[in-house]
């Protein structure tokens, strides 16, 4: 296992996915963690991240100067080689020749880290700060025309700096570099696999569930039916899975979801059908962290209720993902919406969790997936929020706006889908923004009617976002048969705002 340290970059976590697609399991950590810690988890290298700050700032972020004593690997990528030679005496200066973007480097194919490389590299960097004097007992490896120091190394304790990012594409070599610290300088071997993931999820999962019962909720998505199909694999029978119609999925989708899961997999499924009961409780509701809380706290207890008619299960099976288990534990991020798999449960919930993709990506868990046999029509589902349309019609549901929605919405999918771009969208979908009413003509006649907004992202895992440049082809069909199949609707527009500032869901 290797330990990223996170020294606030914007990059940390493509670190730690890089890392594992070299096949070595990884972990993000925050900097000011306890050395008690890094040395309990045992990892067999470190990486410092990059970070925003100069070593010399009041307050600049610093991990404990000790670990470089552990006798364990690192390395320093940026503000991360920065901290490891100003922490071992070297000098680092603010030299004026900043560097962002594309930067041709001469690497000394000697260093450990450059091991079978070409030495003229073109590499990623964006950085003012440089280290103008390496600490005893290193070498420089590399330079660029403004970076006097672009790497060094002292490979017998096993330090290593590199002054640009090899976690992005715009680094070439970078697999390769990275590969060369895990492989030959930490001694890891690739060997965190689908199969790997999927064995030790089971051995966990049998430890944690013994012999009860355990209920999982399947939303039809490829979280939770991953989960699910892990939990199957540890327990067989034992699992009983739940779907609940909240009456706010897209078209057809409950029925498709059920067939689905009926056709390729022996598991006990229930669907529980509670339209009425969410549409009551959301009657009146405008403001989205009201519909947020309704519907996860409903949610819990449709659960609650399931298990007591059972035999009392206690354990419910959720599909948090890694990200969630980061946001949460490293960063002091401030609130933004209460999801309702992690904020939206009630504090007087009867169940524990099991949780086991809580250490996998998105893509690791579409692997499990493929590796475990789920259809690509599940894989590959885009994700879709466990509030579904709720959040997507801005101002109170009801049961006609969601069948507006729900038509909009299809031709959306159907569209994207018939252009061949599903796959390779986050996501995209209709929204609502049901208070607008806006003028038009049709036939001869005034028209005072709904409009339809489209949003289509593109992301790596959902926290950052950017609105995808749509064929106006694509778009023209969409808003001429939204505008022509959809009664009611007027006006189609493109939501054209990535994330930040905005967020993918309007609500
Ligand atoms: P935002 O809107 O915050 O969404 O940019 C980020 C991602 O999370 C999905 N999302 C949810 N998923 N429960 C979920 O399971 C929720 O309450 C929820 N809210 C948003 C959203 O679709 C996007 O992929």
């Known amino acids: 296992m290797i330990l990223v340290v996170d020294f606030g970059a914007q990059y940390s976590r493509l670190i730690a996915r890089r890392v594992r697609e070299c096949k070595v399991y990884s972990e993000i950590i925050p900097f000011n963690a306890p050395i008690d810690e890094i040395v309990a988890r045992a990892p067999k290298g470190l990486i410092l991240s990059g970070g925003p700050a100069s070593v010399y700032v009041d307050n600049a972020p610093a991990c404990d100067p000790r670990i470089f004593e552990l006798g364990i690997p690192i390395l320093g990528i940026c503000y991360g080689m920065q901290f490891m030679a100003h922490a071992l005496g070297g000098e680092i200066a603010h030299t004026g020749l900043s560097e962002y973007g594309q930067t041709d480097v001469s690497l000394e194919s000697a260093s450990l880290l450059?091991?079978?490389?070409?030495?003229?590299?073109?590499?990623?960097?964006?950085?003012?700060?440089?280290?103008?004097?390496?600490?005893?007992?290193?070498?420089?490896?590399?330079?660029?025309?403004?970076?006097?120091?672009?790497?060094?190394?002292?490979?017998?304790?096993?330090?290593?700096?590199?002054?640009?990012?090899?976690?992005?594409?715009?680094?070439?070599?970078?697999?390769?570099?990275?590969?060369?610290?895990?492989?030959?300088?930490?001694?890891?071997?690739?060997?965190?696999?689908?199969?790997?993931?999927?064995?030790?999820?089971?051995?966990?999962?049998?430890?944690?569930?013994?012999?009860?019962?355990?209920?999982?909720?399947?939303?039809?998505?490829?979280?939770?039916?991953?989960?699910?199909?892990?939990?199957?694999?540890?327990?067989?029978?034992?699992?009983?899975?739940?779907?609940?119609?909240?009456?706010?999925?897209?078209?057809?989708?409950?029925?498709?979801?059920?067939?689905?899961?009926?056709?390729?997999?022996?598991?006990?499924?229930?669907?529980?059908?509670?339209?009425?009961?969410?549409?009551?409780?959301?009657?009146?509701?405008?403001?989205?962290?009201?519909?947020?809380?309704?519907?996860?706290?409903e949610f819990i207890r449709v659960f609650e209720e399931v298990a007591s008619e059972m035999q009392d299960v206690k354990l419910l099976v959720q599909g948090t993902l890694y990200p969630d288990v980061i946001e949460s534990g490293t960063r002091d991020a401030a609130k933004i919406k209460t999801h309702h798999n992690v904020g939206g449960i009630p504090l007087d919930m009867q169940f524990k969790l099991i949780e086991p993709l809580r250490l996998l990506f998105k893509d690791e868990v579409r692997a499990v997936g493929e590796e475990l046999g789920l259809p690509e029509?599940?894989?590959?589902?885009?994700?879709?929020?466990?509030?579904?349309?709720?959040?997507?019609?801005?101002?109170?549901?009801?049961?006609?706006?969601?069948?507006?929605?729900?038509?909009?919405?299809?031709?959306?999918?159907?569209?994207?889908?018939?252009?061949?771009?599903?796959?390779?969208?986050?996501?995209?979908?209709?929204?609502?923004?049901?208070?607008?009413?806006?003028?038009?003509v049709m036939g001869d006649a005034r028209t005072y009617g709904s409009t339809i907004a489209i949003r289509a992202v593109s992301s790596e895992d959902a926290m950052t976002a950017d609105w995808v440049r749509l064929p106006y082809d694509v778009l023209a069909r969409i808003s001429n048969r939204i505008m022509n199949e959809v009664p009611g609707v007027n006006r189609v527009v493109y939501d054209i705002s990535s994330k930040p500032p905005s967020t993918i869901e309007w609500e």
């Open 114 to 297: 450059f091991k079978a490389l070409p030495p003229e590299q073109t590499v990623w960097m964006s950085h003012r700060d440089s280290v103008v004097e390496v600490p005893v007992g290193f070498r420089k490896t590399a330079s660029s025309a403004c970076t006097k120091v672009a790497a060094m190394e002292d490979p017998d304790r096993g330090l290593f700096g590199i002054q640009f990012h090899p976690e992005v594409v715009h680094t070439p070599a970078g697999m390769d570099i990275l590969k060369n610290f895990l492989y030959e300088g930490c001694g890891c071997l690739p060997t965190w696999t689908s199969v790997s993931m999927i064995e030790d999820a089971v051995a966990a999962i049998k430890v944690q569930a013994g012999d009860e019962p355990v209920i999982c909720g399947l939303s039809g998505g490829v979280d939770s039916a991953v989960a699910a199909l892990l939990v199957h694999k540890a327990i067989g029978d034992k699992l009983t899975c739940v779907f609940v119609d909240h009456g706010l999925l897209r078209k057809e989708e409950a029925g498709q979801v059920e067939n689905t899961f009926r056709k390729h997999f022996r598991i006990n499924l229930i669907h529980i059908k509670a339209v009425d009961r969410f549409l009551d409780k959301l009657k009146g509701v405008i403001d989205p962290e009201k519909k947020r809380k309704i519907i996860g706290h």
């Open 377 to 440: 029509e599940i894989v590959w589902r885009q994700p879709f929020p466990g509030p579904g349309l709720a959040v997507r019609i801005i101002g109170e549901v009801t049961a006609d706006r969601l069948e507006l929605l729900r038509e909009a919405d299809d031709i959306v999918a159907e569209e994207i889908k018939r252009a061949g771009l599903y796959r390779a969208i986050w996501q995209s979908f209709a929204v609502l923004p049901a208070e607008i009413k806006s003028v038009g």
